[in-house]
Each structure stands twice: as C-alpha cells, then as structure tokens.
C-alpha cells in the first residue's frame, strides 16, 4: 500500500503545499496555461497570414477579372477568420481562468464539487494533518505522459487531482471502482481502439472524480475505500465498462 497511498511527509508538504492546496492548483494550472498560450499564438499568427494572403487573392480575382473566383476567395478568408475568433477566445478563456486568485479556485472547487468553502478549508487544513497520505497511481513516467499528478487523500476527503479539480467527502462516496476506457484514434477507414485503466469515484450527489490507473493500484485504493466505508459499491474489486460504471448514477 505504502508505495501508491503513502503518508505524506513533511517534506512532501513543504515542497508542493507551502502555500496551500488552492494555491498549488493555481501554479499547476499557470503552468498549462503557459503551453496553451504559446500554441494558440502560433494558431492566431498564422490564421492571420492566412486571412491577409486570401484578401490578397480575392484582390487578385478582382482585377484579373476572375469575379467566378471571389467567392472562393472570400470562403477561404472567413475558415482563417473563425479559427482566429476561436484562437483569441481560447486565449481570451485562459487569462480570465490563470487571473483567478487563490480565493476564487477554493470557491470554484467548493461548487464543482457541491460543497461549501468552508468544506474546501477543512480538505487544506487536513491536508498539513500527519495522517494525510499521497495517492500515486501511476509511475513517474506514466504520470508525466498523462500530465497527471499526484491526488490527495485526508481523514474526511478525497482529491484524485482530476481536470475538474473534484474534491469529495469520502463519506458522501456511492461508488469507487476500476473502470476500463476505450479511445479510438486514427481516419474512420483505419481506427485503432486503445483501452486504459481509471480510478472513478461517484459521490452521492452525481459528482465524479476520474484519475488514470494500473489495475494494482487502482485495487490498493479501492480496498482502502472500501475497508473505511463498507457500504461503497466496488464491483467487488472486478475492472467494469466505463458503460457500467455510467448506470450506477443512472
């Protein structure tokens, strides 16, 4: 167990919580948005050499007295127009989320997850507690792949690090299991299906938590679950269907 629901020690504490758990999840996020500024940018640069160079052409047309060809010409300047519009308001998306202090990812969290700020106060307080314990269910590598990090795991919640930054009561939990995904990538006449193995959480209110697993780890956490709360459906520690797991809060 100790190898993927370690005690989180005071190092570990000092060097990714010094300032809070809110307050790691606004540098995380920085940093991500620092990526998608740098590609949208190059998006936004080339729609606009493309939008210049089809007015370019369109001009063309008019004096060649291509007039058949103007309307081609304008099609062309307004796909580089909307993939600019969609560029800007990516970036335009992004500044407003990284502006965000530290107050508003704590009430941003509290309403993901159903719950009040004070709720995300106590989840940071408990986790500076000794019985707090790091969730590691991917190796460094994998994770790095994955852009996962590390989750949390307190006395009263559970935070598995998820892209919607879901932070549950362990108490409110309905269901914890290991569920297969399928991802199919490629042309539609040459499709290869990929599967992988997530931890999925499901609190009594709806909410899902979501992390990338192997299948031991998944099952150390899961069983640790499970031996805290009895009550919680595990599909006895079996992997299930994404589609199976989606029924239980049909």
């Known amino acids: 167990m100790e190898n993927y629901l370690p005690l989180m020690t005071e190092d570990y504490k000092r060097k990714h919580y010094a300032r809070g758990v809110f307050a790691s999840i606004r540098k995380k996020t920085a940093k991500i948005s620092f990526g998608i500024y740098i590609f949208f940018g190059i998006v936004l640069c080339g729609c606009a050499f493309g939008l210049f160079w089809a007015m370019g052409q369109v001009e063309n047309y008019r004096l060649s007295g291509q007039e058949d060809m103007v309307g081609t010409g304008y099609f062309i300047a307004g796909f580089f127009g909307v993939l600019a519009f969609i560029a800007l ?3 335009i998306i992004t500044i407003v989320r990284h502006a ?5 990812w704590k009430k941003n969290c509290a309403k993901q997850s159903g719950y009040t700020v004070s709720d995300m106060e106590e989840f940071e307080r408990q986790t500076m507690e000794s019985e707090c314990r790091v969730i590691r269910l991917l190796d460094t590598a994998k994770a790095l792949a994955a852009g996962q990090s590390d989750g949390i795991l307190t006395k009263d919640y559970i935070y598995l690090a ?6 549950l009561k362990l108490s409110d939990l309905s269901a914890a ?7 199919a990538v490629g042309d539609v006449t040459v499709r290869k299906s990929f599967e992988y193995l997530t931890v999925m959480l499901l609190g009594k209110n709806g909410n899902r938590a979501i992390a990338e697993c192997s299948e031991e780890s998944g099952t150390v956490l899961v069983n640790f679950l499970k031996q805290r709360f009895p009550g919680i459906y595990t599909a006895d ?5 994404a589609e199976e797991f989606d029924r239980l809060s049909a």
């Open 89 to 91: 308001a990516s970036m």
């Open 100 to 104: 965000r202090g530290t107050d508003r």
């Open 162 to 167: 998820d892209a919607h930054h879901m932070i």
């Open 177 to 183: 299991c290991i569920v297969r995904q399928r991802v």
């Open 237 to 241: 520690g079996k992997v299930v269907s």
